[in-house]
């Protein structure tokens, strides 16, 4: 019975020694913290009120897209499979006056055929087609186009689609016409493989009442 009381209390003692050293730690306390943390419920997220759709207002739309014009530009001078940033140049009183008259006339033509205004540039060998008009009205392989002038004149011309130009016989049309930089050509395509060509000179603009010498 000794024994028994002697080993209680070697027991009690040493569990007296043990909460004297976790006083001296601050265990408890760390531990009490722990568990009153762990006993709090988490905070319920409140979800965000749905919003009316009319107060989002209408859709951005890209600035690009927005500016689109509607309807293709057959004026533009770009090659199949290239881009270009094309700077803006001075245009001469006598160019802008042919570019006006020909665009004049393709207002009155209308659109019962596709048509495009090409002035004309320095060099003769070579014609190059308004890259869209080409993809939207022109056959897709090399083929030879019919051109005819105000005498009714024909002149066969050899059209390469990869390039979206004229090639072999502009240049006999070019210097059968005597055509000069800042001239302005009309181009109405109607029938698949026939042009008839409209020519505006450049030089009219002197002799014009328009002209201000």
């Known amino acids: 019975m000794a024994e028994v009381n002697s080993y209680e209390e070697l027991r009690r003692k040493q569990v007296e020694e ?22 709090k419920p988490k905070p319920v997220k409140r979800k965000a009120p749905p919003r009316d759709i009319a107060d989002l207002g209408p859709p951005r739309r890209s600035g690009r ?14 090659k199949l499979g290239t881009v270009k940033s094309q700077k803006k140049k001075e ?21 019962d055929h596709p048509t495009f205004v090409k002035p004309m540039t320095q060099s003769l060998s070579t ?17 030879r186009l019919v051109l005819v002038d105000d005498e009714e004149e024909e002149f066969r011309i050899l059209y390469r689609p990869h390039s979206s130009s004229l090639n072999a ?10 055509l000069v930089d800042g001239d302005c050509l009309v181009f109405q395509l109607v029938r698949r493989k026939l042009f ?18």
């Open 169 to 178: 016989g502009w240049r006999d049309f070019a210097e059968d016409h005597e």
């Open 65 to 78: 897209i927005a500016t689109l014009p509607e309807q293709p530009d057959y004026r533009d001078n770009v």
């Open 18 to 39: 043990n909460k004297r050293k976790l006083e001296e730690l601050r265990l408890p306390h760390l531990s009490a913290a722990v568990r009153e943390a762990g006993a």
């Open 127 to 143: 014609l190059y087609i308004p890259a869209q008009f080409s993809m939207e009205h022109l056959p897709d392989r090399d083929t």
């Open 91 to 111: 245009v001469k009183p006598d160019h802008a006056y042919a570019i006006s008259k020909a665009e004049e006339l393709q207002d009155e033509l209308g659109s």
């Open 196 to 213: 008839k060509v409209y020519i505006f000179r450049a030089s009219s603009y002197y002799d014009s009442d328009d002209s201000d010498n």
